[in-house]
T-cell receptor
């Protein structure tokens, strides 16, 4: 089945550091990828929709200058958390949909990246 | 805002069928019903989806009412590894997926 890979799975860094998270579709091409954030004991919250070759679409309340998204190819999207602070500590998850399939096909999710800012 | 309503939690005995309900009374004609589950500290896992007809795969069955205002996910023989948070999501063609609070299913020995 379709596989989405995220890297790194866990990162711990100092406040003020910028952190890049990669999301790859391993056996399919994805025109669109999605980025979510999940705080402890809460559900997933959609942050942004990443479109290959164009600018990402951010949800209300998500700072686009804080969370930089790049979707340079059909198999890779990156999320960079710039100047991260402790409040940015969270579980970040990406998902992608196979562009070859019909629009009703499900999204496939990565295993998430746990970001801890000290 | 999530378009679905699910019970906060449910218990199920190991080996028994787990029936997880979901209300989506405002579902539109173009929206599909998707089910995912999330085991602690992992990304959501796709289970099944449907539009009008009941669906079955190797993991589960999805029963959608005729008026499409509710559905039930059935895990026919629950195991301890099925303990997870189960999310019911309605989403239109090519649209993003927005998660509600889900149902925390605990399978007990």
């Amino acid at each position: 089945g379709a596989v989405v890979s995220q890297h790194p799975s866990r990162v711990i860094c100092k406040s003020g550091t910028s952190v890049k998270i990669e999301c790859r579709s391993l056996d399919f091409q994805a025109t669109t990828m999605f980025w979510y954030r999940q705080f402890p004991k809460q559900s997933l919250m959609l942050m942004a929709t990443s479109n290959e070759g164009s600018k990402a679409t951010y949800e209300q309340g998500v700072e686009k200058d804080k969370f930089l998204i790049n979707h340079a190819s059909l198999t890779l999207s990156t999320l960079t958390v710039t100047s991260a602070h402790p409040e940015d500590s969270s579980f970040y998850i990406c998902s992608a949909r196979d562009r070859r399939m019909g629009g009703n096909q499900p999204q496939h999710f990565g295993d998430g990246t746990r970001l801890s800012i000290l | 805002d999530a378009k679905t309503t699910q019970p906060t939690s449910m218990d199920c005995a190991e080996g028994r069928a787990a029936n997880l309900p979901c209300n989506h009374s405002t579902i539109s004609g173009n929206e599909y019903v998707y089910w995912y589950r999330q085991i602690h500290s992992q990304g959501p896992q796709y289970i099944i989806h449907g539009l009008k007809n009941n669906e079955t795969n190797e993991m589960a069955s999805l029963i959608i009412t005729e008026d499409r205002k509710s559905s039930t996910l059935i895990l026919p023989h629950a195991t301890l590894r099925d303990t997870a948070v189960y999310y019911c999501i309605v989403s239109e063609f090519n649209n993003d997926m927005r998660f509600g609070a889900g149902t925390r299913l605990t399978v007990k020995p």
